[in-house]
C-alpha cells in the first residue's frame, strides 16, 4: 500500500513541479520581471522547496516503516531458527542416548 502511495505523491509532484514551470515558476528567476512577477516568482520557488521538504520527509518516514518492519521479520526469522536449533539438538540427544544404549545392550 505505501508504494502505491509514493508513486501517487510522486507523480502529483511531478505534475505540480511541470504546471508551475508552465506559468513561469521556472528554476531561474528572469531578470525582467517586475516587483509583483518576481513575488509570485518567488512564492513558486518556496512552495516548490516546501513541497520537496515534505517530500524528502515522507521518503524518510516511509523509509523508516519499511526498515522497522524488515527488522521484526528477521527477528521473527531468528526467533524462529533458534527453536528450530533448540529441537534439534534435542533430539540429537535423544538420539545419542539411544545410541548409547544400543552400544551397551550389544556388548551384553
Not at 524488515?70 to 527453536?83: D, G, M, R, T
Not at 540429537?92 to 545392550?105: A, G, P, R
Amino acid at each position: 500500500m505505501a508504494a502505491v502511495e509514493l508513486v501517487a505523491w510522486m507523480q502529483l509532484r511531478v505534475w505540480s513541479v511541470w504546471v508551475m514551470q508552465g506559468l513561469g515558476f521556472g528554476s531561474e528567476p528572469a531578470d525582467n520581471l517586475g516587483s509583483s512577477e518576481a513575488t509570485v516568482w518567488n512564492a513558486g520557488v518556496d512552495f516548490r522547496k516546501r513541497e520537496q521538504a515534505k517530500g524528502e520527509r515522507y521518503l524518510r518516514a516511509c523509509t523508516k516503516e519499511q526498515l522497522a518492519a524488515l527488522k521484526k521479520h528477521h527477528e521473527n526469522e531468528i526467533s524462529h531458527h533458534v527453536k528450530e536449533i533448540e529441537c534439534l539438538q534435542k533430539e540429537m540427544e535423544e538420539h545419542k542416548q539411544l545410541v548409547k544404549k544400543l552400544k551397551h545392550h550389544d556388548d551384553d
